[in-house]
């Protein structure tokens, strides 16, 4: 079967992307602080296996297990010659889990600092560290960009170039929000969703939203789809909601939403004019499973 195109996709109907990743190699015995990269060639069969669960749960879009294998996230761990296998063996798996009718997202998550002048990294190092990323993946057959978890919208601008220079595929463009003082939602270095979508949209992100919020509750997301939406000049928006904000159960950090409450949100989520759910850290093939479900009977009315 080929391999529907993102963007057509996206006009036909909403859809469903993938959960998270961490999460689940967590569950599969990574410890916190592993290099999570690492695992497509150390347990290639583990990520295969996660990528396969979201798959069969219904998910369209499966994201690449490379959130931290820019060259400076991977040296963080001394792995940075590691970049190529590292980044093609993530999209095989992704591939090899999802099969050839499931669309690839390569994955790129924040590169580590801040770009000048509040750090030293310039516009144009960090577009050359995105570029040698993506160029691996985009070689590798993955089919679109997922840039995700992002803070600063300039680095998400440079992002967003630098991908759509290596090819001309779908780009994807999420931050991460927590609730500010106003009681309304910034990103860590201040932004308003309208001020981060304008900017990733500006920069050419054919998609554009949220993921990964930090403390916030599943009510909250409901809230901020709705800014996404208004902040979204009708480019299609995506939400990956965490399993509810994270509580220490034992000493352990524990994402309480169950696959009933997030199945529960869809509906609501839908109704906000959000074309892509999917979920971040908690989240679990028993999760979009059920969110698929009730994704898929939407549809049907
Ligand atoms: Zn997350």
């Given at each position: 079967?080929?391999?529907?195109?993102?963007?057509?996709l996206?006009?036909?109907?909403?859809?469903?992307?993938?959960?998270?990743?961490?999460?689940?190699?967590?569950?599969?015995?990574?410890?916190?602080?592993?290099?999570?990269?690492?695992?497509?060639l150390?347990?290639?069969?583990?990520?295969?296996?996660?990528?396969?669960?979201?798959?069969?749960?219904?998910?369209?879009?499966?994201?690449?297990?490379?959130?931290?294998?820019?060259?400076?996230a991977?040296?963080?761990?001394?792995?940075e010659?590691?970049l190529?296998?590292?980044?093609?063996?993530?999209?095989?798996?992704?591939?090899?889990?999802?099969?050839?009718?499931?669309?690839?997202?390569?994955?790129?998550?924040?590169?580590?600092?801040?770009?000048?002048p509040?750090?030293?990294?310039?516009?144009?190092?960090?577009?050359?560290?995105?570029?040698?990323?993506?160029?691996?993946?985009?070689?590798?057959?993955?089919?679109?960009?997922?840039?995700?978890?992002?803070?600063?919208?300039?680095?998400?601008?440079?992002?967003?170039?630098?991908?759509?220079?290596?090819?001309?595929?779908?780009?994807?463009?999420?931050?991460?929000?927590?609730?500010?003082?106003?009681?309304?939602?910034?990103?860590?270095?201040?932004?308003?969703?309208?001020?981060?979508?304008?900017?990733?949209?500006?920069?050419?992100?054919?998609?554009?939203?949220?993921?990964?919020?930090?403390?916030?509750e599943?009510?909250?997301?409901?809230?901020?789809?709705?800014?996404?939406v208004?902040?979204?000049?009708g480019?299609?928006?995506?939400?990956?909601?965490?399993?509810?904000?994270?509580?220490?159960?034992?000493g352990?950090?524990v994402?309480?939403?169950?696959?009933?409450?997030?199945?529960?949100?869809?509906?609501?989520?839908?109704?906000?004019?959000?074309?892509i759910?999917g979920g971040?850290?908690?989240?679990?093939?028993?999760?979009?499973?059920a969110?698929?479900?009730?994704?898929?009977?939407?549809?049907q009315?």
């Amino acid at each position: 079967m080929a391999r529907p195109d993102l963007l057509k996709l996206l006009r036909q109907r909403p859809i469903l992307c993938d959960g998270g990743m961490g999460t689940q190699l967590m569950a599969a015995g990574m410890t916190a602080g592993e290099p999570s990269a690492r695992w497509n060639l150390d347990h290639p069969d583990v990520v295969q296996s996660v990528h396969r669960r979201y798959r069969q749960a219904g998910c369209d879009l499966l994201t690449t297990n490379t959130f931290q294998a820019t060259r400076t996230a991977l040296a963080q761990h001394h792995l940075e010659n590691q970049l190529e296998l590292i980044n093609q063996a993530a999209v095989a798996n992704a591939r090899k889990g999802g099969g050839d009718d499931a669309i690839v997202l390569a994955d790129v998550g924040p590169f580590g600092g801040f770009l000048e002048p509040v750090g030293e990294t310039t516009e144009e190092e960090l577009r050359d560290i995105f570029t040698q990323q993506l160029q691996v993946q985009h070689r590798s057959g993955a089919d679109a960009v997922i840039i995700e978890t992002m803070s600063d919208p300039r680095e998400v601008a440079v992002a967003v170039r630098a991908a759509k220079a290596v090819a001309d595929w779908p780009v994807i463009a999420t931050y991460a929000f927590a609730r500010s003082a106003d009681g309304g939602f910034r990103t860590m270095m201040g932004n308003t969703p309208a001020d981060a979508l304008h900017q990733a949209i500006q920069a050419g992100a054919d998609v554009v939203g949220a993921n990964c919020g930090t403390d916030l509750e599943l009510q909250d997301y409901l809230e901020l789809a709705g800014q996404l939406v208004a902040a979204g000049q009708g480019y299609p928006v995506i939400l990956q909601p965490n399993a509810g904000a994270p509580k220490m159960v034992d000493g352990q950090s524990v994402h309480p939403a169950s696959a009933g409450q997030m199945a529960e949100m869809i509906r609501p989520l839908l109704k906000t004019g959000v074309r892509i759910i999917g979920g971040c850290c908690g989240t679990s093939p028993s999760h979009l499973k059920a969110m698929g479900e009730v994704l898929a009977s939407a549809r049907q009315k």
